[in-house]
């Protein structure tokens, strides 16, 4: 039994090495590896290239602020002030609309505020070089003229310090929530946790069906079946390709982590991901539902390759696992706007979204630990019975080399007992 054993193991090891050294020799899957880490390069150090380009004059749009008949009284200098992304140029002397047109062409301005009374109202016309869907009166310009005239008035009224500062009520907001399990995290870094399982699991899973058809056409498959048994294959080639896998997320994620640190300015990775909710626990997780996502694809997509004989029909085989994904990754990813909902909770145990899910869920608080357990369970058990359905059809179909094969045919050598 031990011996067995052994030389099952062993077998095990020679098609995971096997699949390894031929997902690893691929001319594509280099090139595609390689285009990805210069593009998340690029796409890090796009700040930088813009900066480059930049001539050292100030970023901001000038805008050209008339006020000839000194309605702001002086006050519109203050506009400077309140770091709205623009410069201001304050005049009080008369400027004539071809004197704004030619700066404007000349671009020493961008725009234009001309402020004057007509009818007993204020009336301000903004100029530009041009009007088109894209632009008009900025909000936050409108917002800072009527609030810099507003305090002007207010002031003129001689109320005191209590007085104004009733007027402008300091307001503290509080958040709260009715329902009683807190929600932590960042939608940010949990977003990208999940789409980074998702492309991991899909991507990987996805390269079984496009090996096992790859090696039934070139008859490596034959060979294969007479040295060891098709349960061995589809482990092996399983394991494989899930290691080469793991090792392409490791270094795509190591490329991005450090090109965010070296590129970008200090503290903003830390802003935007908020990293501390990332506890050892979690990554252990992450890990686990990543293997165990990774493992009810891959032996789907080992059984659809199976049941075709040409590359060319393999995505068309692939189809409906795709589809299943997809759902899977959507489910997952809808119920982050509400992750106390009973949906959530569904979409954790529901075997095709839980990789995507719990992790985020365990991130953000909500998962207790006898969801965990659930969802852990329901996932083993999804991939035992799969994994039996796959290797039974695998078994019977692998050396077929015909049309591809219709759910009939796929059903009838399922039923059919074991060689």
Do not use: H, W
Not at 19 to 39: G, Q
Not at 177 to 186: F, I, L, S
Not at 191 to 204: E, K, P, Q, T
Request: a negative charge; aromatic letters at 8%; charged letters at 15%.
């Amino acid at each position: 039994m031990f011996l067995l054993y052994k030389k099952k193991m062993k077998d095990l090891g020679i098609v995971a090495s096997y699949t390894i050294k031929e997902m690893l020799k691929k001319k594509t899957f280099l090139i595609s590896n390689l285009i990805l880490i210069v593009m998340i390069i690029v796409g890090f150090n796009i700040p930088n290239i813009l900066k480059s380009f930049d001539d050292g004059e100030e970023t901001g749009s000038k805008i050209l602020i008339v006020d000839s008949e000194n309605i702001f009284e002086g006050t519109l200098e203050t506009l400077n002030q309140m770091e709205l992304g623009y410069e201001f140029e304050v005049t009080n002397d008369k400027v004539e609309f071809d004197t704004i047109k030619t700066k404007i062409e000349e671009e020493q301005i961008e725009d234009a505020i001309v402020v004057s009374k007509k009818d007993g109202k204020i009336n301000i016309e903004y100029i530009v070089e041009n009007m088109n869907m894209m632009n008009g009166v900025p909000e936050e310009c409108i917002n800072a003229l009527t609030s810099v005239y507003s305090n002007l008035q207010i002031s003129k009224l001689g109320l005191t310090q209590s007085q104004l500062e009733s007027l402008n009520p300091n307001f503290n907001f509080e958040l709260k929530q009715t329902e009683e399990q807190e929600v932590k995290g960042n939608v940010v870094a949990i977003m990208l946790l999940s789409l980074v399982l998702f492309y991991a699991i899909y991507f990987c899973a996805y390269q079984v069906s496009t090996s096992i058809t790859t090696e039934k056409t070139s008859k490596i498959m034959e060979t294969l079946v007479t040295s060891t048994t098709p349960r061995t294959i589809v482990l092996g080639k399983t394991i494989g390709i899930g290691v080469v896998g793991l090792i392409q997320v490791v270094v795509l994620v190591s490329v991005a982590l450090i090109c965010a640190t070296v590129c970008l300015p200090a503290g903003t990775l830390d802003s935007i991901l908020d990293l501390s909710q990332m506890t050892p626990f979690l990554a252990v997780m992450t890990i686990v539902y990543f293997l165990l996502g990774y493992l009810v694809f891959a032996l789907l997509y080992a059984l659809t390759g199976s049941t075709v004989s040409k590359p060319e029909d393999v995505q068309s085989a692939n189809g409906p696992v795709a589809i299943i994904a997809v759902v899977g990754f959507y489910l997952a990813y809808f119920t982050m706007m509400n992750p106390t909902s009973e949906l959530n909770v569904i979409a954790s145990i529901f075997p095709f979204s839980a990789p995507f899910c719990v992790p985020f869920r365990i991130m953000m608080g909500v998962a207790t630990p006898s969801q965990i357990a659930i969802s852990l369970a329901v996932l083993i058990v999804t991939i035992l019975v799969i994994a039996q359905v796959s290797i039974k059809i695998y078994s019977n179909a692998i050396l077929n080399y015909g049309s591809k094969l219709s759910l009939k045919d796929i059903v009838r050598m399922y039923k059919q007992k074991d060689n």
